[in-house]
């Protein structure tokens, strides 16, 4: 039985290893690109391997980038003041209310028993 089971994962295997590799419904030859090793020996040591500038240099920022940080910031602020701004609408609240309306009632109604 184990052996069953063995070439069983070993077909699977084969067949999704092939679907992978495979270029299905492509014009061009080769490997997929979503499967690639890449093409570069080892990594930079960089992150998202993009060497620094050079000393004295700064980065030259990339197009989207202040758009996506003043939306950041703008979204962030927004969020800040609107979550603290909004009414507490929570079931506990609503009952404190009610029970302090009732305690007052109570109260008015004592008050003018006497």
Same mark, same amino acid.
């Given at each position: 039985?184990?052996?069953?089971?063995?070439?069983?994962?070993?077909?699977?295997?084969?067949? /999704?290893?092939?679907? !992978?590799? =495979?270029?299905?419904?492509?014009?061009?030859? #080769?490997?997929?690109?979503? $499967?690639? &090793?890449?093409?570069?020996?080892?990594?930079?040591?960089?992150?998202?391997?993009?060497?620094?500038?050079?000393?004295?240099?700064?980065?030259?920022?990339?197009?989207?980038? /202040?758009?996506?940080? !003043?939306? =950041?910031?703008?979204?962030?602020?927004?969020? #800040?003041?609107?979550?603290? $701004?909004? &009414?507490?609408?929570?079931?506990?609240?609503?009952?404190?209310?009610?029970?302090?309306?009732?305690?007052?009632?109570?109260?008015?109604?004592?008050?003018?028993?006497?």
């Amino acid at each position: 039985m184990p052996s069953s089971t063995q070439s069983l994962t070993v077909a699977a295997k084969t067949l /999704l290893r092939n679907r !992978i590799f =495979s270029r299905s419904g492509s014009t061009s030859a #080769g490997p997929s690109r979503w $499967a690639t &090793p890449g093409h570069e020996e080892r990594p930079k040591g960089y992150f998202m391997n993009r060497t620094p500038p050079p000393p004295g240099q700064s980065r030259k920022w990339e197009d989207w980038e /202040l758009p996506c940080y !003043i939306t =950041s910031f703008l979204t962030i602020v927004i969020l #800040g003041v609107g979550l603290n $701004a909004k &009414p507490d609408l929570s079931i506990e609240t609503w009952a404190h209310q009610k029970a302090l309306e009732r305690l007052e009632m109570e109260r008015l109604a004592g008050d003018s028993s006497d």
